[in-house]
C-alpha cells in the first residue's frame, strides 16, 4: 500500500512540474512572436499619420488648383511656370520630402532615433517660415494661410508622436521583454524531483482498533483468554 502511494506521487509530482512548464514556454513563444512582428501596432499608427499628413495637404492643394482656374491651367501655372512667391507646389514637395524620408526611415528601416524626424521638422519649418515671410501667399486668399499652417503644425504632431509615443512606447516593451527573458533564464530548467519513500506515512490506526486494545490493556484476562483462543 505504501510503495503504491509513493509510486502515484512520483507520478503526480512529474506531471505537476510538466503542467507548470507549460505555461512559461507559452509564454516565451507569445513574447518572440511580438518581438518578429513586422512593425509595432505604435509605429504603425505613425505610419498612417504620415500618409494622413500626405493625403490631406495634396487634397488641399487640388482644391485650391481648382479653386483658383481650373486643375489644368493652375498646374501649368504653378508647376511648369514654377514662381517661388505666388506657387504652392513647393509646399506639396514638402509634404511628398516628408513622407518619403520619414517612410524610409521609420517603416523600412525602422530606426529607433529621432534624428529622421529631426531632420524632416527643420527643413519643413525653415521652409514654411521663409516662404511666408518672402513669398506672396498671404495675398491669394484663405489658401495662403491654410496650406502653410497646416503644413507646418502636421510636422510638429509627427514629431511629437515620434518622441513621445512611439520610441517611449517600443522602448518599455522591448525592457519588459528583456526582464521576462532574464527571469524565465534565472527560473529552474526542471520541475521538483521524485519524494523520497521517507516523506510518505502508513495511514494512522482507526479509533476502533485503538479501543480494543485499550480494554485488552485494562482487562489482562480477556486479553489472555484471546490469545489462547
Given amino acids: 500500500m505504501d510503495s503504491r502511494s509513493s509510486i502515484d506521487s512520483r507520478l503526480t509530482g512529474r506531471g505537476m512540474g510538466s503542467v507548470d512548464a507549460i505555461p512559461a514556454s ?13 512593425i509595432s ?23 485650391e488648383l481648382n479653386v483658383n482656374g481650373g486643375i489644368q491651367t493652375q498646374l501649368e501655372k504653378e508647376v511648369l511656370c514654377y514662381d517661388y512667391h505666388a506657387s504652392f507646389f513647393d509646399i ?37 517660415i521663409a516662404k511666408v515671410i518672402l513669398s506672396k501667399l498671404l495675398s491669394q486668399g ?20 515620434l518622441d513621445f509615443k512611439v520610441l ?9 521583454y528583456q526582464s521576462f527573458m532574464d527571469a524565465t533564464e534565472r527560473a529552474p530548467l526542471m520541475g521538483p524531483g521524485p519524494l523520497s519513500d521517507g516523506q510518505f506515512y ?28
Fill in 142 to 161: 484663405a489658401f495662403g494661410y491654410l496650406l502653410p499652417i497646416i503644413s507646418f503644425v502636421l510636422a510638429w504632431i509627427e514629431t511629437w508622436l
Fill in 26 to 38: 507559452v509564454r516565451v513563444d507569445s513574447y518572440d512572436a511580438a518581438e518578429k512582428k513586422c
Fill in 202 to 229: 502508513s495511514p494512522p490506526e482507526s479509533v476502533a482498533d485503538s479501543d480494543e486494545d485499550l480494554d485488552d490493556k485494562h482487562d489482562p484476562e480477556k486479553g489472555l483468554i484471546q490469545q489462547v483462543t
Fill in 41 to 63: 501596432d505604435v509605429r504603425r499608427t505613425f505610419c498612417l499619420f504620415v500618409t494622413f499628413d500626405l493625403l490631406f495637404i495634396t487634397l488641399l492643394w487640388i482644391i
Fill in 92 to 128: 506639396f514637395l514638402l509634404a511628398v520630402f516628408r513622407f518619403a524620408v520619414l517612410i524610409l526611415a521609420y517603416a523600412v528601416c525602422k530606426l529607433r532615433h529621432w534624428w529622421a524626424i529631426a531632420v524632416t521638422t527643420a527643413v519643413c519649418c525653415a521652409f514654411l
Fill in 168 to 176: 517611449p512606447q517600443e522602448a518599455e516593451d522591448e525592457n519588459r
